[in-house]
């Protein structure tokens, strides 16, 4: 059974950080590619980040230089570090599992059936 769990979001005053942690069940973390995404109030879904099989990374460009995504085979888990925070950075995370190997730019490519639950980060003073 396919199942993803995010954790280590937060309250964060703007220039902080958090790290994002994505632990996956029921398959390997290291055979597909997992993406971050985000939802903001009133806004739809984007991507944020993804990481494919070969450890290759991916950011949109709000992101670049502030977020890494990153992966643990051993714990099976795909993390966020998130520094250097901003307001526009506030929404609800979420991790997804992509049908195959590879990203869809910094996205995954369709079918994607297997999301976490999300965990809300919030930025502000």
């Known amino acids: 059974q396919v199942q993803l769990v995010e954790s280590g979001g937060g309250l964060v005053q703007p220039g902080g950080s958090l790290r994002l942690s994505c632990a996956v069940s029921?398959?390997?973390?290291?055979?597909?590619?997992i993406a971050w995404f985000r939802q903001a109030p009133g806004k739809e879904r984007e991507g944020v980040s993804c990481i494919n099989s070969a450890g290759s990374t991916y950011y949109t460009d709000s992101v670049m230089g502030r977020f890494t995504i990153s992966r643990d085979n051993a714990k099976n888990t795909v993390y966020l570090q998130m520094n250097s925070l901003k307001p526009d950075d506030t929404a609800v995370y979420y991790c997804?599992?992509?049908?195959?190997?590879?990203?869809?730019?910094?996205?995954?490519?369709?079918?994607?059936?297997?999301w976490g639950q999300g965990t809300q980060v919030t930025v502000s003073s």
């Open positions: 997804a599992k992509g049908p195959r190997y590879y990203c869809s730019g910094y996205g995954l490519p369709s079918p994607v059936n297997y």
């Open positions: 029921g398959f390997t973390v290291d055979y597909y590619a």
